[in-house]
């Protein structure tokens, strides 16, 4: 059983918990997701990790409600528990790999879309810690919908808010101020794009046009998380790719989005679901490879 010890309503539909999860706080990087079920009979639900700290033995997951299994998570409290809490898993991001010096060699742009502000989060906080001055930009839809504001603008080198209705900060798109910040002379190495399919789609598209290296999570297809349900099957380079197993990350230069949002939508019938079974054969499933 793993308990809550913080649990924080970020707006009407996104809520934030500290769990306590020693073991997994111990081996946690940025990148990486967990597997929460709230009781024995509930699903499992693949969150990315938002927060850790090792010394507390908490992880921090951030969870939009979207159906029962979400919806009955928002209705626990401090001092309640999880069934599961199983982590971490996935790939962690490739900065983990590089040396300190070669990070603050490199001019390095976030950028976060809605709830990809929680996932982006850990990342720049580890650059941080490494005294890596990041540049972030996060955006929704209005003001409202924001997360975590004040933990970025902490760990960010430059953070640049915008909404599409430009009810707070900058006024567009994240693609627009990508643009902007271009325009103004900002010159990056690497761009890492997490939040809605679509919003990963043309960020890519726009950084392809600035011959800016891009990097995306594609967390938001993810289902069971360990490469069996075939949920986050797509395409990468012309290879077939899991995102749970093989992934989160990728080069997004090489994701075939428009295949992966089509999957996406197909997935959620159980029609769509068999007949992406006998369409993909043997390459359905990744975690077993040839589940029936």
């Known amino acids: 059983m793993y308990k809550i010890v913080k649990k924080r309503v970020l707006n009407e539909s ?17 990148g990486q997701f967990v597997i929460v079920r709230t009781d024995d009979g509930a699903e499992r639900i693949p969150l990315t990790v938002c927060d850790y700290d090792a010394g507390k ?5 951030v969870f939009q409600i979207v159906g029962a299994a979400t919806l009955r998570m928002k209705g626990l ?49 580890y650059l941080h810690g490494l005294g890596v001055d ?17 933990e970025m603008k902490a ?32 010159k990056y190495d690497l761009c890492i794009a997490i939040g809605p399919m679509i919003m990963m789609k043309f960020v890519c598209k726009l950084t392809r046009e600035l011959d800016l290296p891009t990097i995306v999570s594609m967390n938001p297809i993810m289902v069971d998380g360990t490469g069996m349900c075939g949920a986050c099957r797509l395409t990468v380079g012309g290879e077939v790719k899991f995102a749970c197993v093989d992934g989160p990350e990728f080069d997004g230069f090489l994701v075939d989005f428009d295949q992966a949002m089509m999957r996406q939508n197909l997935y959620k019938t159980e029609e769509g679901r068999m007949y992406l079974a006998e369409q993909e054969k043997e390459t359905h499933h990744g975690g077993c490879g040839n589940c029936d």
């Open 14 to 30: 996104v809520c934030l918990m500290d769990v306590e999860a020693p073991r997994c706080a111990a081996h946690c990087k940025p």
């Open 57 to 61: 033995g908490t992880v921090t997951i």
């Open 134 to 150: 990041a540049d972030v930009i996060i955006g929704a839809k209005n003001k409202d919908l924001l997360i975590m504001e004040d």
């Open 155 to 186: 760990v960010a080198g430059n953070l640049y808010v915008t909404t599409d209705d430009g009810s707070y900060g900058r006024s567009g798109m994240v693609t627009k101020v990508i643009q902007d910040l271009y325009d103004e002379g900002h």
């Open 77 to 125: 409290s401090e001092g309640d528990y999880f069934r599961d809490f199983v982590g971490p898993l996935g790939r962690p991001s490739e900065l983990v790999d590089e040396t300190a010096d070669a990070l603050r060699a490199k001019k390095i742009l976030f950028v976060a879309g809605g709830l990809g502000t929680a996932p982006v989060y850990p990342q720049v906080k």
